[in-house]
């Protein structure tokens, strides 16, 4: 079983450039979000969505955008990279809001 | 809002000796709250969870928790450990209406030395 599917694992970009982070799920799962996890601060969220055609803000919006066209698929892009969004990325999914959410493996973000 | 605090971010502690991880939410109404675990280089697994009913709450490796409405906790326990159990352990709340809004805690790294 694939569950949740992040490309790639590891990314050097520098300043400026622009990326996007892939996630597939193969769950039929109606919600998934991108969250940024960085030392000392857990996981924030980025930005979410509940179906596709629909999206949402999270806490950390800035600097990057989000679209659902299918429900499979919720890539996230970096639009003008920075050094402060290095970090480790992490992409989730789940059948319901209250119900257990599957993450990636993560993909990790170095922007110089 | 809704806010998550673990009180410890680190926690070393030896083999099967009992563990307590702490953490205490806020939040104006009615919340679901969720302990998830990470292992080195890993995404995050769900541990257990408490959405309603009973207030102590089993989850997977022998861990369990129990909300306390009038405290605003959800400790999580597991009475002996392994080496196998370290790993970094977050707290998570979601509150009603908050439209799938997960705010996870900062997390507490549990070492399990022998």
């Known amino acids: 079983n694939a569950g949740v599917t992040q490309t790639p694992k590891f990314q050097v970009l520098k300043t400026g450039q622009s990326m996007t982070l892939q996630c597939a799920q193969d769950m039929n799962h109606e919600y998934m979000s991108w969250y940024r996890q960085d030392p000392g601060m857990g996981l924030r969220l980025i930005h979410y969505?509940?179906?596709?055609?629909?999206?949402d803000q999270g806490e950390v919006p800035n600097g990057y955008n989000v679209s659902r066209s299918t429900t499979e698929d919720f890539p996230l892009r970096l639009l003008s990279a920075a050094p402060s969004q290095t970090s480790v990325y992490f992409c989730a999914s789940s059948y319901s809001s209250v119900a257990e959410a599957f993450f990636g493996q993560g993909t990790r973000l170095t922007v110089v | 809002a809704q806010s998550v605090t673990q009180l410890d971010s680190q926690v070393p502690v030896f083999e099967e000796a009992p563990v307590e991880l702490r953490c205490n939410y806020s939040?104006?109404?009615?919340?679901?709250l969720f302990w998830y675990v990470q292992y080195p280089n890993q995404g995050l697994q769900l541990l257990l969870k408490?959405?309603?009913?009973?207030?102590l709450v089993k989850g997977i490796n022998g861990f369990e928790a129990e909300f306390n409405k009038s405290q605003t906790s959800f400790h999580l326990r597991k009475p002996s450990v392994h080496i196998s159990d370290t790993a970094e352990y977050f707290c998570?709340?979601?509150?009603?209406?908050?439209?799938?809004?997960?705010?996870f805690g900062k997390g507490t790294l549990l070492t399990v030395n022998p």
């Open positions: 408490y959405l309603s009913g009973s207030t």
């Open positions: 939040s104006s109404v009615s919340v679901y």
């Open positions: 969505s509940v179906g596709a055609g629909i999206t």
């Open positions: 998570a709340v979601m509150s009603g209406g908050s439209n799938y809004k997960l705010t």
